[in-house]
């Protein structure tokens, strides 16, 4: 039984942990520029996609990684240059249709520039799992989630320790006095949509070898980074980790528990249960109000 319930929660920490990068992403976007990014989980396809494009090209795997980041990025960035950028003024609905309008398109454009098939890269450390316990842990699992506590760390340095990091938080704080102090807030909502893509990519290159990728697998995967973002309060990064992994073992509990079929609907009961008994999130400002 324990065996069972550790094998239950190795999974779940695994596909929470690509959960958590999701959620970060949704939280540096909206923490930047109050826009609800709906093709994040594009971002998470994309760097999966095109990773097993250039490993299949001949690409060494290392190689491939890096330029399939960058790729991502640069598509992150052109999605708020040419998309959100034009529509700086409009309300909120219209930035999140144009969101969910740039997610469709580029789901059409993957199956364009590559295929509608499903591929996978090897797995970076081989495959002979380890046990733990009676439970069985893969190599690329520990990959998944040390990849992943690297990123935060990493974020963690940048915005606490580099100035263009501080800018980026004083503008999510008060654009307005950001802008007056003279942080080129331009480049700092540029510079979000690139970090989210940056970890929307990393996201899907390591799940890549568990999970298999394809055009679609973003809709899914995205959907369930809002709901980690939403459940840890929207903007908030710590708030989007926890979620992510709560999301995560939560599905995998419901999966193993109950059954396959209620897996992917986890992540939408969660966000109805949030929106009705903590709109705020678990780690989101309460009684307060931007105006």
Same mark, same amino acid.
Request: charged fraction near 10%; avoid cysteine.
């Given at each position: 039984?324990?065996?069972?319930?550790?094998?239950?929660?190795?999974?779940?920490?695994?596909?929470?942990?690509?959960?958590?990068?999701?959620?970060?992403?949704?939280?540096?976007?909206?923490?930047?520029?109050?826009?609800?990014?709906?093709?994040?989980?594009?971002?998470?396809?994309?760097?999966?996609?095109?990773?097993?494009?250039? +490993?299949?090209?001949?690409?060494?795997?290392?190689?491939?990684?890096?330029?399939?980041?960058?790729?991502?990025?640069?598509?992150?960035?052109?999605?708020?240059k040419f998309a959100v950028e034009p529509a700086r003024g409009a309300d909120v609905t219209a930035i999140i249709i144009i969101t969910i309008g740039a997610s469709i398109f580029l789901r059409?454009?993957?199956?364009?520039?590559?295929?509608?098939?499903?591929?996978?890269?090897?797995?970076?450390?081989?495959?002979?799992?380890?046990?733990?316990?009676?439970?069985?842990?893969?190599?690329?699992?520990?990959?998944?989630?040390?990849?992943?506590?690297?990123?935060?760390?990493?974020?963690?340095?940048?915005?606490?320790?580099?100035?263009?990091?501080?800018?980026?938080?004083?503008?999510?704080?008060?654009?307005?006095?950001?802008?007056?102090?003279?942080?080129?807030?331009?480049?700092?909502?540029?510079?979000?949509?690139?970090?989210?893509?940056?970890?929307?990519?990393?996201?899907?290159?390591?799940?890549?070898?568990?999970?298999?990728?394809?055009?679609?697998?973003?809709?899914?995967?995205?959907?369930?980074?809002?709901?980690?973002? +939403?459940?840890?309060?929207?903007?908030?990064?710590?708030?989007?980790?926890?979620?992510?992994?709560?999301?995560?073992?939560?599905?995998?509990?419901?999966?193993?528990?109950?059954?396959?079929?209620?897996?992917?609907?986890?992540?939408?009961?969660?966000?109805l249960l949030v929106l009705f008994f903590m709109p705020n999130g678990l780690f989101g400002k309460r009684g307060s109000e931007r105006v």
């Amino acid at each position: 039984m324990f065996a069972a319930f550790l094998q239950y929660l190795f999974a779940g920490l695994t596909s929470g942990a690509i959960y958590a990068l999701a959620g970060l992403g949704f939280a540096i976007i909206f923490n930047a520029s109050h826009v609800i990014n709906f093709a994040q989980g594009e971002f998470i396809m994309i760097g999966g996609m095109a990773t097993t494009a250039l +490993v299949a090209a001949g690409t060494p795997l290392p190689l491939a990684i890096v330029l399939a980041i960058l790729i991502t990025m640069a598509v992150g960035m052109a999605l708020e240059k040419f998309a959100v950028e034009p529509a700086r003024g409009a309300d909120v609905t219209a930035i999140i249709i144009i969101t969910i309008g740039a997610s469709i398109f580029l789901r059409g454009a993957a199956q364009v520039v590559w295929d509608k098939e499903f591929h996978s890269l090897p797995a970076f450390s081989g495959e002979t799992p380890l046990d733990v316990a009676g439970a069985t842990l893969t190599p690329q699992s520990l990959w998944v989630v040390g990849v992943s506590v690297a990123m935060i760390v990493l974020l963690w340095w940048f915005f606490n320790r580099t100035l263009f990091g501080k800018a980026m938080l004083a503008t999510s704080y008060n654009r307005l006095a950001a802008q007056l102090a003279g942080v080129a807030v331009k480049k700092v909502l540029l510079a979000s949509f690139a970090l989210s893509a940056m970890l929307g990519a990393v996201g899907g290159i390591v799940m890549t070898p568990i999970t298999f990728t394809n055009y679609e697998v973003g809709i899914m995967l995205g959907l369930k980074g809002f709901s980690a973002a +939403v459940l840890g309060g929207l903007g908030n990064g710590m708030g989007a980790i926890v979620g992510g992994l709560i999301v995560g073992i939560a599905e995998a509990l419901a999966a193993g528990y109950l059954s396959s079929a209620y897996k992917d609907a986890i992540a939408f009961v969660i966000i109805l249960l949030v929106l009705f008994f903590m709109p705020n999130g678990l780690f989101g400002k309460r009684g307060s109000e931007r105006v």
